[in-house]
């Protein structure tokens, strides 16, 4: 039987448990023969932190760890082996956990990691002969918090120091998810703060480092050159653009092929690669390893495992500040199509709420999008973006729901989609206007008020794209003209929905019954712009009979729905 690590990054742990796993072990020699600063981003989840832990065991001098390795693809480098394995002190550290919501609690955090690292070297240095009783000194004041910011800015250069006196060998540093701080701070309002911490930090460490053999950084984000590696030109980065290293994390199709058949699972390939494949990084279509080791866990059944692991805050923040047009082109992605956009590969956190150039890389950069074709330009990677998958497209519905139930709650938003579906419109109208009244913002709709009211609805009901018997469309030829938006039903008992929208310019002083009445007039020519323009041909060519027409007029929050029905309810 197949045991498989979940939720377990360390490779000693696990080769000595005997779970199985997929042997990359190769990345370490790539990663040794690469520059002196190698810096490798990708999604959470994707295998960084195991890549990792492996490389700290086989570089550690202290480690004694060569069983691990029998078997494994790496073992057949032998000159590798002899020069490289067990031969250097190795400082190693994650800041997965830093997610603070002030920059005293993460700057204490940080202490207390970079403490971790002094500690476990703490017997063999503060003993040694080789040491000064200043360097003692110094290290029993990182030990006891009697330090001040700068000398926590070159803590790592002070204890390369340290260990390249004793052991007279030259030091590497591994640093997992260094931007996870970066995160924090942007949402925690502490960016600036946080960043002159690293910038001094990762400055000291890796920047004319004479005690410094190797530095391996991984994380989702390449934060921007400026901001964070000012002056520190020897640094390798490959991002999910690059080809090196990209089949290293994340799984590919042969070996989940493997692990299926492994299972006896190779049934539900064909499903698998719909919810978990579609990462193209470098020349490798990969799947999710994360969702895939939980997928095969629970003996095939597909979920959402990686959405599960965070509450993608981030994300969350930048989709509901978004402007009008981001959400029109996020809705064209929702409905399985692509858009094209200039990625910028260096992430600049103080851009994100101005830039969306910003945004949309880094939502391609943290797993959120994949890329279908690339042109490198003058002006960078010319991108072309998609939804990688179901797992990642239940993500952005999921916000949309939790946004629009927001203060009422998820199965009252059930039941608001339950009144469109059953052809309520009565219900439907009444929590449409407590969304509007009590959600959504008059700023949310001040540039392309049809687009958001477009989007407003594609939103309320991109839930059903995970439900079977459902299909929806926008701004799709049929009859002699596009119309807006269609729900198409292949349910029986179900209405197909077909939406019209119309916005109104309403004059001032007008009382709120001619309000009315100019909303109503307008909501029944866009009723009748469904027949004369035949907008329900594409429907009625797939047989489809029991059909619900909607025509929307609305000035602000502002509207009046009509309806009329074709077939029987």
Request: glycine share 6%; hydrophobic share 40%; proline share 2%.
């Amino acid at each position: 039987m197949l045991r498989l690590p979940i939720g377990d990054s360390d490779f000693k742990t696990i080769v000595e448990d005997k779970l199985d796993f997929v042997d990359k072990s190769l990345f370490i020699k790539e990663v040794i023969d690469d520059a002196r600063v190698v810096l490798i981003t990708r999604p959470r989840r994707f295998g960084k932190t195991l890549n990792m832990s492996m490389l700290r065991y086989f570089l550690d001098i202290n480690s004694n760890a060569a069983d691990l390795f029998a078997n494994l693809k790496i073992t057949k480098e032998k000159a590798f082996l002899v020069k490289h394995q067990s031969q250097y002190p190795v400082i190693d550290l994650t800041f997965k956990d830093v997610k603070s919501s002030t920059y005293e609690t993460a700057y204490q955090k940080i202490l207390e990691i970079i403490q971790m690292v002094y500690l476990k070297f703490q017997r063999v240095l503060l003993n040694s002969d080789k040491l000064t009783d200043f360097h003692k000194e110094k290290i029993n004041a990182m030990l006891k918090s009697q330090v001040q910011q700068a000398t926590i800015e070159n803590s790592l250069l002070f204890l390369s120091n340290c260990l390249h006196d004793h052991y007279g060998k030259k030091v590497c540093i591994l640093i997992d998810e260094y931007d996870t701080p970066i995160h924090a701070g942007f949402l925690g309002k502490y960016y600036q703060e946080i960043v002159e911490l690293f910038r001094g930090l990762l400055g000291a460490a890796l920047k004319d480092n004479p005690y410094l053999f190797k530095a391996v950084l991984t994380g989702i984000l390449r934060v921007s050159k400026e901001s964070l590696f000012s002056g520190l030109n020897n640094i390798a980065v490959y991002s999910i653009l690059s080809l090196k290293y990209g089949d290293y994390f994340g799984f590919t199709e042969n070996e989940v092929a493997a692990l299926l058949a492994q299972t006896g699972l190779q049934a539900k390939s064909e499903e698998i690669r719909c919810w978990y494949n579609g990462y193209q990084i470098g020349d490798h279509r990969l799947y999710n390893p994360w969702s895939i080791v939980s997928c095969l866990m629970k003996n095939g059944v597909a979920d959402r495992y990686w959405l599960n692991t965070s509450d993608n805050a981030l994300i969350k923040h930048l989709l509901l500040k978004s402007t009008d047009t981001f959400k029109t082109q996020l809705e064209s992605l929702l409905l399985g199509h692509t858009i094209t956009y200039l990625i910028d590969e260096y992430i600049a956190f103080s851009e994100l709420d101005t830039n969306e150039q910003a945004v949309w890389s880094l939502f391609l950069m943290a797993g959120y999008l994949t890329v279908d074709s690339l042109e490198r330009t003058n002006d960078g990677p010319l991108c072309q973006l998609r939804i990688p998958n179901i797992e990642i497209q239940s993500l952005y519905r999921g916000i949309f729901v939790n946004w629009l139930s927001d203060g009422f709650g998820i199965p009252w938003y059930n039941t608001f989609l339950s009144h469109l579906l059953d052809g309520n419109m009565i219900e439907f109208e009444n929590k449409l206007k407590l969304i509007l009244e009590r959600i959504v913002s008059v700023h949310d709709m001040s540039h392309d008020p049809e687009a958001f009211y477009h989007g407003l609805l594609v939103g309320l009901t991109a839930s059903l794209g995970d439900r079977k018997g459902y299909e929806i469309k926008s701004n799709r030829e049929s009859g002699y003209g596009r119309y807006d938006y269609m729900i198409l039903s292949q349910l029986e008992n179900k209405p197909t929905i077909i939406f019209e929208f119309k916005k109104v310019h309403l004059p001032k002083k007008k009382s709120a019954k001619e309000i009315k009445d100019i909303l109503v007039k307008s909501a029944n020519e866009a009723l009748e712009q469904i027949n004369s323009f035949g907008y329900l041909a594409e429907a009625k060519s797939r047989g489809i009979t029991n059909i619900l027409k909607i025509g929307l007029a609305f000035s602000g929050k502002r509207f009046v729905l009509v309806h009329a029905q074709e077939g029987v309810l």
